[in-house]
């Protein structure tokens, strides 16, 4: 029954995609299930506007944002099937067994959200598994970004591994695999759901959630204690992404522009998410509810790590190779070598480092 209401959800997309294209020399239909107010959704907008000026409006956009016209899940399956010609979403979240190695971006492996950008694009150029898992689906990448580092927000304290024992804990990807080595019971809820449920009790703990994107929902609102949960760091990345066969039919000064303008996109965003993490920072340090921040001490960071990290990247290394023909310990170690390459030169400061830093004396 799903599966016939998703094809029917489909169907009616690539109506309107079609249906757009009358009347300009190129009508580009772009969806994405986040609102316009976050950070990536801000560098599509400036991408789309770029596009559309230095092609002196010979490419327009017609935007649709919010899900209104493709849902998470539907945005990646949507844009090889041609429902719209660019998409920007989170395939290895919503699509995970589609796109196995796409969550190469593990827990426990860094919060520097610099250092994985720029190893993510360098994965991509380098390793041909990982382009393959697009372009193998008529799907040509623009475009990848990480998403801020994973936090906690709970109701009970948490402040070391054994604090998990027994909560229960909103949760998906390798976060929620990560929960259960710890001795909590994740619990697969979309996030507006999560809010709510933390404030009535269903959940002991919110997760899967970004700084910068937890600090935005309010979620402290509804929260007792913080917690970075053992430092997970950066788990996922959000993908802009193009239909091949549409990028096919494009001129070639068209695609000169669209690459000249996305090549700007990483550290555009990069900018922007500095700027929003410093803001989110602040707002929560002014605060004035009962809240109160609990980072692990670096006893239980080790801890963490040894009791998840570990086992995490082994299990992806058997998940990600059962579907794949990749070889996905090296591509795992490559993974891990260009983020450890970037992280020498970085100072990027994690949401909650920049919290400490205000001294809000909470």
Excluded at 205 to 230: H, I
Excluded at 259 to 286: H, I, M, Y
Aim: proline share 3%.
């Amino acid at each position: 029954m799903m599966r016939a209401v998703r094809s029917a959800a489909l169907a009616c997309a690539v109506m309107v995609a079609g249906s757009t294209s009358a009347g300009a020399a190129e009508k580009i239909v772009y969806a994405s299930y986040m609102s316009e107010v976050y950070t990536i959704s801000k560098v599509d907008l400036w991408v789309m506007a770029e596009i559309e000026k230095r092609s002196n409006g010979e490419i327009e956009f017609e935007k649709y944002f919010s899900g209104s016209l493709l849902k998470a899940p539907d945005l990646f399956p949507g844009l090889q099937d041609g429902a719209a010609d660019m998409v920007t979403g989170t395939p290895a979240a919503y699509n995970r067994n589609d796109y196995r190695l796409s969550n190469v971006v593990l827990p426990f492996i860094s919060s520097k959200a610099d250092a994985v950008g720029k190893a993510l694009v360098d994965l991509y150029a380098s390793n041909a598994s990982f382009r393959g898992e697009f372009e193998g689906r008529n799907i040509k990448l623009l475009y990848a970004v990480p998403w801020a580092e994973n936090t906690f927000w709970s109701a009970k304290p948490l402040a070391k591994v054994e604090d998990f024992a027994g909560l229960k804990v909103r949760s998906v990807q390798a976060i929620a695999d990560s929960v259960q080595m710890m001795g909590g019971t994740p619990v697969a809820m979309a996030w507006p759901e999560a809010l709510e449920a933390l404030g009535r009790g269903v959940v002991d703990v919110v997760s899967s959630t970004p700084f910068d994107s937890g600090v935005l929902g309010g979620v402290y609102e509804s929260a007792k204690v913080g917690s970075d949960g053992g430092d997970m760091g950066i788990f996922s990345f959000a993908a802009t992404a193009f239909n091949q066969r549409r990028w096919d039919g494009l001129s070639d000064e068209h695609k000169k522009i669209f690459l000249d303008v996305t090549a700007e996109a990483p550290t555009r965003f990069l900018s922007g998410l500095n700027f929003e993490l410093q803001k989110a920072a602040e707002k929560l340090c002014a605060y004035k509810g009962d809240l109160t921040v609990t980072l692990f001490p670096e006893s239980e960071r080790k801890k963490a790590y040894e009791v998840a990290a570990m086992p995490l990247q082994a299990q992806w290394v058997k998940w990600a190779a059962e579907t794949t023909k990749a070889d996905t310990a090296a591509m795992l170690q490559q993974y891990l070598d260009l983020v450890r390459k970037y992280e020498a030169s970085s100072t990027w400061k994690s949401g909650f480092e920049r919290y400490e830093e205000l001294d809000c004396g909470k």
